[in-house]
């Protein structure tokens, strides 16, 4: 057992500060023991986001020495013994309180993806797919929504302003999961680029550096996407195709009504 | 105090597992407008957290299996407990439910010839788990929860609004269900955890699918969730709980470091090759086979060994033997000398595979080794010791619909109880939700048929007294921290009502469940009201306590050993109590007893077993005529 | 669109205020400082051997190097010119290879890997993960003249024909033994070992993924095109080491090659 200082941000509605607190730490111990140590002893209400501590359900995303990281899956013992730990809530979204953030905005860009479009003729139970066909997809299901990727991204943690019109990349490597899905029959490549933002990634990487389950999601989702999507609107060939009225198949458009709405939500 | 908001919906259902989003799909599928409430993030869940796979009788690695095989599995799992009528829906229907996952963008592993696959699994006897490699709830709830925003789309291409007539308020915790003056449903009320809000939702029809309990205890699978809302919501509504003393002691959670001890280690480790050894090398289940499963399992290693290549011509090995008997097995193990350095056992896959498989078949076992034990599976064991899992107990319901005793009132998941008997095989959880999830859906809807438009409506009197219960804790200047209280509770819990008990033990934690009553109700909470995480553990604790003196109390009364509950003091299993089902309810704001009998099962599927079997559970007036049960099992082979 | 998002966050709620920069206490700024020398250094080797027109041809031995390849101004040497020569002098700001240099400078500045490394270091959008970049507005590649990067594939399938140049003129070196004939000397590994890691460069393009086989949605079905992707995919997760080994075996090409070709050194033979 030894003495950390913990630096951890506290408050609500964008005032706080970091606020010092020396912990207890015992051997194999992570960040979030030590928060929840916090809680148990110095600061009852300090607010986290957890659930499985086991790093599957991506509740506990927060930074840490200013890295985006799971809370629950930072050993104590990959910090320098006398190093001081800063946790802060995830710069991108707004903070409900302390280092709990309102992470709405992910759930309204996955409202506007067209979802899953099996043949319309297809019954449950017809589907016969290889194990190569799923491969490739399921490395993208492996996304448990911790949302890090969406906070680490420059496009908009330092642009604000590009929140409506980027999706961010686990909403890209959803729509790049639904495009290589044998059985799915919609074309989400034009709005991919016109709608969800898919040009302003700039491949940087970072989205893969942070996600805690290794999903390598600029080199296997972002940029084969980006490759479908010059497939569709960068192509001499096609474009000429669609322009003499002889492309097949058609745009899927934006689902009606999922980005601005027409109604309340209980008429 | 903050002001309270109001909705209005046809079906609400209290929780965003499985179970919860299975019945809100179904319930909007029936043209019912329908809220999700869920105590964390849409798509958190505990349902994420289930590896192995969601077992339902395909067929498709070995096409010998049946409904009825899975059925018979069931009942023998939980040592015919089980309410026979739930376990024939479940076995029929998962393979329908898991198809139709598939149908909604799930995407399974698959076999050679592009079928879902499907793999072995404790007490199955054929491989049947469909799974999505050791991420099998992860795949399932992401799915539903597509499927909601599918479903959101339609309504907002049609309706104008995606939440139109879904929606999900997520962080949003229930604390009591309102009924009106004769007793039936009118709604829910809680309070929204960012904000310290409160709601009301009004609605006919209530469906709980809060899942398990874990949390009463210290050592346990499962996360903060898990603090038997749902059951204590039930018994406060007037339902009643069956089978609480059940409690599924998983045998492989992780034993160190201290911080994690308890998370589990997926079934599917054994499923594919691993085996337990004790601290002298020796692969020990092999001497705890019991009686009622001798013919079923290997004897030596090379047998065992054999089973994983060649099925047919050998039995299973011991290792795979239903979870409850392996959870003693290691128990007495460590008790006897024979642990690892850390208090349990080891688990070793390093030597079965080689890492390259390892890797692509348990890759998030691995990882979470690496990650938090920093121990490499791939070249070492593992240690793990029994961790509390799951409660087979909960709301009373009837199979076909979901409903509680109380009009209005449905329950499917793990809240639910009967499905899984004494003891719940792996992977019938993940099928149980999705069956019985449906189900409550249409049950919830035919109800509202029932009603003709009729809406009962809540008394505004319990709406105030509510509010002003739960904000009490905020209130008080002086009183308990509810974290002290907590782990007071858990570590009772553990060590008087654990996994193997006995009879004085549980009085003495009746007691000491009457004294932390008195603590919790002047518990108080510092801080403000948004997000304000010792104030809502400070209300979960009302929850733990009910749920924890019924399992208590129920655990008292059973006098013997069966599944999920081990009597030191009544070792044997009895044909008697077999017949014996004890439901709780609460009088005043104490549990109470009542013994039920437990439905007959149906001829034809008591023919699925043979007699010798059946002899060894039932009582001798029970037994069919003793020829019947012969042609019965010819048919089957 | 018109619209705005829903109000997505709810009223009153901001984001955390933090003025530093980034929490990051580990040394974020060594690589993108390290791609900017590397980057820098290749650049401006290049510049100086693509205009300095001499010590490109070791006659002797044939070997040509990659930075003049194909030799096709008039003032190239004739047996340089594998592939002929333009009627007209080149004047002293116009490489000898200026068919295929602008072409291998756009294949690789719109190669993705190479994006991330100059947007990070160079372009600072962002420097480092979680580290703020400098610039009040961005909008990546989504307009002109970024968007252009899209063209990368077409690049790729120049780059596949300049590719077969190299390999030529690396196989056609091997004909120039001291007795006549085929022969090998240090200089012959050197080409030889250049080209084969600018295959794997080239073969390494997330476009060359795509094209040969990441395109197709149902791999079952199409197992040729599978066993493609899975070869490429191979190569394509070592691409960013491609890349900078191509760089650094370019150099190193170009140097022997001027120095034999300049007389400082003199090329040791291994047969013939
Ligand atoms: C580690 C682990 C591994 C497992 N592996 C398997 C497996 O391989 N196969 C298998 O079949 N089963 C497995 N299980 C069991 C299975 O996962 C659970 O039994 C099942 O997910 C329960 O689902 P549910 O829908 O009933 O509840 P949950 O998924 O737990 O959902 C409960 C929901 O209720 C909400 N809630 C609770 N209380 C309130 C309240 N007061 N107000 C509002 N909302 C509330 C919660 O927020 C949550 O959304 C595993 C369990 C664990 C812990
Ligand atoms: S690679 Fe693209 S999506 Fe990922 S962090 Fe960088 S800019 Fe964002
Ligand atoms: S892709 Fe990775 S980082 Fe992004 S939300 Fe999913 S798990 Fe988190
Ligand atoms: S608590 Fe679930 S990922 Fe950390
Ligand atoms: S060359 Fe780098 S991606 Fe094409």
């Known amino acids: 057992?030894?003495?950390?200082?913990?630096?951890?941000?506290?408050?609500?509605?964008?005032?706080?500060?970091?606020?010092?607190?020396?912990?207890?730490?015992?051997?194999?111990?992570?960040?979030?023991?030590?928060?929840?140590?916090?809680?148990?002893?110095?600061?009852?209400?300090?607010?986290?986001?957890?659930?499985?501590?086991?790093?599957?359900?991506?509740?506990?995303?927060?930074?840490?020495?200013?890295?985006?990281?799971?809370?629950?899956?930072?050993?104590?013992?990959?910090?320098?013994?006398?190093?001081?730990?800063?946790?802060?809530?995830?710069?991108?979204?707004?903070?409900?309180?302390?280092?709990?953030?309102?992470?709405?905005?992910?759930?309204?860009?996955?409202?506007?993806?067209?979802?899953?479009?099996?043949?319309?003729?297809?019954?449950?139970?017809?589907?016969?797919?290889r194990q190569a066909d799923v491969q490739r997809m399921q490395e993208f299901r492996k996304c448990i929504e911790c949302f890090l990727c969406q906070n680490v991204c420059h496009v908009i943690r330092d642009h604000e302003e590009n929140k409506e019109s980027f999706s961010g990349p686990r909403f890209l490597m959803r729509v790049a999961e639904l495009e290589m899905h044998p059985e799915d029959t919609a074309d989400r490549r034009a709005i991919a680029q016109d709608e969800f933002g898919l040009g302003y990634c700039n491949i940087t990487k970072c989205c893969t550096e942070v996600c805690p389950e290794n999903i390598k999601i600029t080199d296997n989702a972002l940029i084969p996407l980006k490759e479908r999507v010059a497939d569709r609107k960068y192509d001499p060939l096609v474009w000429l195709g669609s322009r003499i009225g002889l492309r097949k198949g058609a745009d899927t458009p934006l689902p009606p009504n999922t980005r601005t709405t027409t109604a309340t939500p209980e008429q | 105090m903050s002001e309270t908001t109001r909705h209005n919906y046809d079906v609400v259902v209290i929780g965003a597992g499985g179970a919860g989003l299975r019945a809100a799909i179904e319930a909007r599928q029936q043209g019912r407008k329908t809220a999700i409430i869920s105590k964390s993030l849409f798509g958190k869940a505990h349902t994420v957290m289930a590896e192995g796979g969601a077992a339902a009788a395909l067929g498709n690695v070995n096409s010998s299996d049946s409904w009825q095989v899975h059925f018979r599995d069931t009942i023998r799992g939980g040592k015919f407990m089980n309410d026979p009528r739930m376990a024939e829906l479940h076995a029929k229907e998962a393979p329908e439910r898991i198809l139709e996952l598939e149908h909604w963008g799930a995407l399974f592993d698959r076999t050679r010839d592009g079928r879902i696959s499907q793999r072995n699994f404790g007490g199955h006897e054929y491989p049947r788990l469909a799974h999505v490699g050791d991420r099998t709830g992860l795949e399932l709830i992401r799915t539903l929860q597509q499927r909601v925003v599918q479903l959101q789309q339609a309504d907002a291409a049609e309706l104008g609004h995606p939440e139109a007539m879904l929606r999900v308020f997520a962080e949003t915790t229930v604390t009591e269900l309102l009924t009106d003056a004769s007793g039936r449903i009118a709604g829910a009320f809680g309070y929204v955890r960012e904000t310290g809000e409160f709601v009301v939702f009004e609605a006919p029809a209530v469906v709980l699918a809060t899942g398990g309990i874990g949390k009463s205890f210290k050592v346990t699978s499962n996360s903060w969730e898990y603090t038997g809302d749902g059951h204590a919501l039930a018994l406060r509504a007037g339902a009643t709980l069956i089978n609480m003393e059940f409690v599924q002691f998983h045998p492989t959670g992780m034993v160190w470091p201290p911080s994690v001890k308890g998370i589990l280690v997926t079934e599917s480790v054994r499923g594919d090759g691993g085996v337990l050894r004790n601290s002298e090398g020796e692969r020990f289940m092999f001497g705890y086979v019991p009686d009622v499963f001798r013919n079923q399992y290997a004897e030596t290693e090379e047998e065992a060994d054999g089973w994983y290549a060649d099925p047919a011509n050998h039995r299973r090995p011991p290792e795979l033997l239903p979870r409850d008997e392996v959870a003693r097995a290691i128990n007495n193990e460590v008790k006897e000398g024979r642990g690892s350095p850390h208090g349990g056992v080891f688990l070793d896959v390093s030597t079965r595979m080689p890492a390259e498989e390892i890797m692509r078949r348990l890759p998030s076992m691995h990882h979470q080794f690496k990650e938090l034990a920093d121990v490499d599976i791939t070249a070492g064991p593992m240690e793990v010791g029994p961790t509390c899992h799951y409660v087979m107990g909960g709301v009373e319901v009837d199979a076909d619909t979901g409903a509680a005793r109380v009009p209005g009132l449905f329950a499917a998941g793990e809240v639910a109880g009967g499905m899984h008997g004494s003891n719940r095989l792996g992977g019938n959880s993940l099928s149980d939700l999705l069956v019985f999830g449906r189900r409550c859906g249409i049950g919830a809807a035919r109800y509202l048929d029932g009603l003709a438009g009729e809406r009962p409506a809540p008394?505004?009197?319990?709406?105030?007294?509510?509010?002003?219960?739960?904000?009490?804790?905020?209130?008080?200047?002086?009183?308990?921290?509810?974290?002290?209280?907590?782990?007071?509770?858990?570590?009772?819990?553990?060590?008087?009502?654990?996994?193997?008990?006995?009879?004085?033990?549980?009085?003495?934690?009746?007691?000491?469940?009457?004294?932390?009553?008195?603590?919790?109700?002047?518990?108080?909470?510092?801080?403000?009201?948004?997000?304000?995480?010792?104030?809502?553990?400070?209300?979960?604790?009302?929850?733990?306590?009910?749920?924890?003196?019924?399992?208590?109390?129920?655990?008292?009364?059973?006098?013997?050993?069966?599944?999920?509950?081990?009597?030191?003091?009544?070792?044997?299993?009895?044909?008697?109590?077999?017949?014996?089902?004890?439901?709780?309810?609460?009088?005043?704001?104490?549990?109470?007893?009542?013994?039920?009998?437990?439905?007959?099962?149906?001829?034809?599927?008591?023919?699925?077993?043979?007699?010798?079997?059946?002899?060894?559970?039932?009582?001798?007036?029970?037994?069919?005529?003793?020829?019947?049960?012969?042609?019965?099992?010819?048919?089957?082979? | 669109m018109t619209s705005t998002l829903p109000p997505p966050e709810r009223a009153g709620l901001a984001r955390a205020r933090i003025s530093a920069r980034t929490l990051r206490t580990d040394r974020w700024w060594v690589a993108p400082l390290l791609t900017t020398l590397g980057l820098t250094a290749f650049l401006v080797y290049g510049l100086v051997r693509a205009l300095q027109q001499d010590h490109y041809w070791a006659a002797d031995h044939g070997y040509l190097t990659p930075f003049y390849s194909p030799c096709i101004a008039a003032q190239c040497a004739p047996e340089a010119a594998h592939f002929g020569r333009l009627p007209f002098e080149f004047p002293w700001w116009l490489p000898y290879a200026a068919i295929s240099l602008p072409f291998l400078l756009l294949f690789r500045f719109t190669c993705y890997y190479y994006r991330k490394a100059y947007y990070r270091s160079i372009w600072q959008a962002p420097t480092a993960c979680a580290v703020r970049e400098p610039h009040k507005r961005y909008t990546g590649e989504s307009r002109f003249p970024m968007i252009g990067q899209n063209l990368h594939r077409y690049f790729f399938y120049i780059a596949l024909v300049i590719s077969v140049v190299n390999t030529y003129d690396a196989v056609l070196a091997l004909f120039h033994g001291e007795q006549g004939g085929f022969g090998i000397g240090l200089g012959n590994l050197v080409l030889l070992g250049n080209v084969v890691l600018l295959w794997c460069y080239t073969l390494s393009c997330h476009s060359c993924r795509h094209v040969f086989g990441g395109r197709v949605n149902s791999f079952g079905r199409s197992p040729v095109r599978y066993w493609l992707w899975t070869q490429i995919t191979r190569l394509n997760t070592r691409h960013m080491t491609f890349a900078w080994i191509t760089l650094a075996t370019l150099v190193i090409t170009d140097l022997y090659v001027a120095l034999v070709a300049s007389g400082t050194v003199s090329d040791p033979r291994i047969f013939n």
């Open chain 2, 459 to 637: 008394a505004a009197a319990d709406v105030e007294r509510l509010a002003e219960e739960v904000a009490a804790p905020l209130r008080r200047d002086t009183g308990e921290n509810p974290y002290q209280l907590h782990q007071e509770l858990q570590q009772t819990m553990n060590d008087l009502v654990g996994i193997i008990r006995r009879g004085p033990e549980m009085e003495q934690a009746l007691e000491s469940l009457e004294k932390l009553r008195e603590r919790v109700a002047s518990v108080r909470a510092e801080g403000g009201t948004a997000y304000n995480p010792g104030w809502h553990l400070a209300l979960d604790l009302r929850n733990m306590l009910a749920v924890s003196e019924a399992i208590a109390r129920a655990a008292l009364t059973r006098e013997e050993s069966r599944g999920g509950h081990t009597r030191d003091d009544f070792p044997a299993m009895s044909p008697q109590w077999r017949r014996t089902v004890l439901a709780a309810r609460l009088a005043g704001d104490r549990v109470e007893l009542e013994r039920r009998p437990l439905d007959a099962m149906r001829p034809d599927l008591l023919a699925l077993f043979d007699r010798e079997e059946l002899s060894k559970y039932l009582t001798e007036e029970e037994l069919p005529p003793a020829e019947g049960a012969d042609t019965a099992s010819k048919e089957e082979k």
């Open chain 1, 1 to 129: 057992m030894t003495k950390r200082t913990f630096n951890v941000w506290r408050g609500d509605g964008g005032a706080g500060a970091l606020a010092a607190y020396e912990v207890e730490v015992n051997e194999g111990e992570v960040v979030l023991d030590v928060l929840h140590r916090l809680q148990a002893t110095q600061a009852p209400d300090l607010a986290v986001r957890w659930n499985c501590k086991a790093g599957k359900c991506g509740s506990c995303s927060m930074e840490i020495n200013g890295r985006p990281r799971l809370a629950c899956m930072a050993r104590m013992s990959t910090f320098a013994p006398d190093e001081a730990v800063t946790v802060t809530p995830m710069r991108t979204f707004p903070v409900i309180r302390d280092l709990v953030c309102d992470v709405s905005y992910n759930y309204q860009k996955a409202r506007e993806i067209p979802s899953f479009t099996p043949p319309p003729d297809a019954k449950p139970g017809d589907f016969r797919m």
